[in-house]
């Protein structure tokens, strides 16, 4: 994954289970966290830039929002517009993520910038302009050098922990009743970015399958400055997805938690049994 030197004037952070579902947000918070002295706020959306790497309309829906294994949601109150659904969906998602969200989750545009990360996970490259649900992570991504190899230091992880004390936190059942209840509003945000013949849950499915085939290297990858920023020396690991630099950044004990609940979170959306494939 390649990493600035010094912020930009915009960028986003990655995350995975604040994401419709703070799982593919989460994701995205830890990508970002590994940007050296980024904290700039979140640029706006770029809906053509999303339209024009897009991939090919769905012909038909793979993964229906209907077939979810989740109990009936206990309110049945009709859901607000897109436009005015920051307050109920904050609200909801600080109640599923714990206080602890609260202080990490922006106010504005919450059901757009979700489904903006959820499309940009799997990609490649992101684009030229990036939106964020969660704040930046405090504090400057850290290198270490080991008989003239660089790696990221291991302290990095650190940054992440409230990241990932909302990740533990959430109930998976709850987070995916709430996800389905709310899925008009999702669907909707999906259309404006520029995906009118496609189904959100489908790259939801798919954002959630690359994080979760992500490598995980026996050692620390080797890093090294090209052109101002960080990138892998190995060119396999430098062309991973978005969502796969992402786990590789999180450090092997929470990219452990974070795939587990992935995975419980997709068997819930497409009605599988619990899984027990180990993690990548």
């Not at 910038?113 to 302009?129: Q, Y």
């Not at 890093?223 to 590789?248: C, F, I, N, R, T």
């Not at 004990?253 to 979170?265: D, G, M, S, Y």
């Amino acid at each position: 994954m390649t990493y600035r030197r010094k912020s930009g004037s915009s960028g986003w952070v990655p995350a995975v289970i604040a994401v419709a579902v703070i799982a593919a947000v989460g994701g995205y918070v830890a990508w970002r966290a590994a940007q050296p002295g980024a904290g700039a706020g979140p640029a706006p959306a770029s809906t053509a830039t999303a339209a024009s790497s897009a991939p090919a309309p769905a012909a038909t829906i793979r993964h229906p929002i209907a077939q979810a294994a989740v109990p009936a949601p206990a309110s049945t109150a009709p859901l607000p517009a897109l436009d005015d659904s920051d307050a109920s969906v904050r609200s909801a998602l600080v109640a599923l993520g714990g206080d602890g969200l609260k202080d990490l989750l922006l106010p504005q545009s919450v059901v757009n910038h979700i489904v903006a990360t959820v499309d940009a996970l799997p990609r490649h490259e992101l684009g030229s302009s990036f939106i964020l649900p969660l704040r930046t992570p405090r504090g400057v991504f850290r290198t270490a050098e080991t008989q003239g190899i660089l790696t990221a230091d291991a302290g990095n992880a650190g940054r992440y922990a409230p990241y990932m004390a909302v990740v533990q936190h959430v109930d998976p059942q709850a987070l995916v009743a709430w996800y389905v209840h709310c899925y008009p509003l999702f669907q909707q945000a999906w259309r404006e970015l520029g995906y009118p013949r496609s189904y959100f849950n489908d790259r939801l499915i798919v954002a959630i399958d690359d994080m979760l085939a992500a490598p995980a290297p026996a050692q620390p990858p080797a890093l090294q400055l090209e052109k101002g920023h960080y990138v892998y020396v190995d060119p396999a690991l430098e062309s991973l997805s978005v969502g796969q630099k992402l786990m590789l950044r999180l450090g092997p004990a929470n990219e452990a938690v974070l795939k587990a609940r992935l995975r419980t979170i997709r068997d819930l959306l497409t009605a599988r049994p619990p899984s027990t494939a180990p993690a990548h």
